[in-house]
């Protein structure tokens, strides 16, 4: 049996993130996102509730004993693989994991990562002890899968972080409570129409705004309605860029670090063939809760008016 990984891989943990997470890290992590992952990021905005909702049915049917079925749909990847993902990949199996990979300006494909787990020098012993070749690419689709889980984290922190900067835009600008779009496009659709119809007043600005002081005109829905889209759209590229703010701060506190060390428990687990450890973003859920909270607020706006 080979030796196992968490002493060697641990010990790497803090160097990597300094390395990878820290600010500057972060900065070129993020020059690869400039392409692809403007479209690639916002699709899994979109994907990630769906994400959620899978493995809700998935939690459900294992519960109720459908465990094939469970298991088929609680491994589904509905998240795109953007570069940066990519890149984080394959720096952690060659950094942390001493699996032999060359150097990739936009990361490997998943299918040259799986080759190089199996051709690992160091994992010879393990891959050759499985039954049959399958057993070996199964355990390392296994792997892989644990890997698209951790970097998909970064979708859901990023989502989170988006959040972050609109509840804060909200409370400075508002004054109000606004964790998405949804709930802050009302009040920026009045300030827009409020300000356009102070400048078109036949009177003159001075006289609009005394005017629309004492009698003040609500947008329209449609106004309200396209203010929603480009909110998302404005949000969706925060999202793109949001590790650049959140990767620091998570390894600050320790975040990154944990979440990395699950993750080699997991693999590590997979190579010594010990019962299983599944790596599970918890992040993604955590980012819904916003999107509830967006809809809730939203929602009792409408039963105030």
């Not at 998935?58 to 459908?66: D, E, H, P, T």
């Not at 320790?254 to 790596?279: K, S, V």
Request: net charge positive; with cysteine; charged share 20%.
């Amino acid at each position: 049996m080979d030796a196992p990984l968490s002493p060697v891989s641990r010990s790497r943990i803090d160097a990597f993130v300094r390395r990878h997470f820290g600010v500057l890290g972060s900065v070129r992590l993020h020059r690869l996102a400039v392409g692809l992952d403007l479209l690639r990021a916002p699709a899994n905005v979109f994907l990630s509730p769906l994400l959620v909702i899978c493995r809700l049915l998935a939690w459900v049917l294992g519960k109720l004993g459908l465990r094939k079925a469970a298991r088929w749909l609680g491994t589904r990847r509905l998240l795109l693989r953007t570069t940066v993902a990519a890149r984080i990949e394959a720096d952690i199996l060659r950094d942390l994991l001493d699996i032999p990979l060359p150097e990739h300006a936009g990361g490997p494909s998943r299918e040259a990562l799986k080759q190089a787990i199996l051709s690992a020098p160091h994992l010879r012993i393990s891959i050759g002890q499985r039954a049959t070749p399958a057993a070996a690419e199964a355990m390392a689709d296994r792997i892989l899968r644990a890997l698209a889980e951790y970097s998909g984290t970064r979708s859901a922190i990023a989502e989170f972080t988006t959040a972050l900067v609109m509840l804060a835009v909200g409370a400075l600008v508002f004054h109000s409570l606004t964790p998405g779009a949804i709930s802050m496009a009302p009040g920026l659709a009045e300030q827009v129409a409020r300000n356009s119809a102070i400048a078109d007043f036949p009177l003159g600005a001075w006289a609009g705004g005394m005017w629309y002081g004492l009698f003040p005109s609500g947008p329209s829905r449609r106004l309200v309605t396209l203010t929603v889209i480009a909110l998302m759209l404005a949000g969706t590229v925060v999202t793109t860029f949001a590790g650049l703010i959140a990767d620091p701060i998570q390894s600050a506190l320790g975040m990154h670090q944990r979440r990395l060390t699950r993750l080699i428990d997991t693999i590590e687990a997979e190579i010594a063939e010990l019962p299983e450890r599944p790596f599970v973003a918890r992040e993604h859920f955590l980012a819904r809760v916003f999107d509830l909270w967006d809809a809730a607020m939203s929602l009792l706006k409408v039963f105030r008016g």
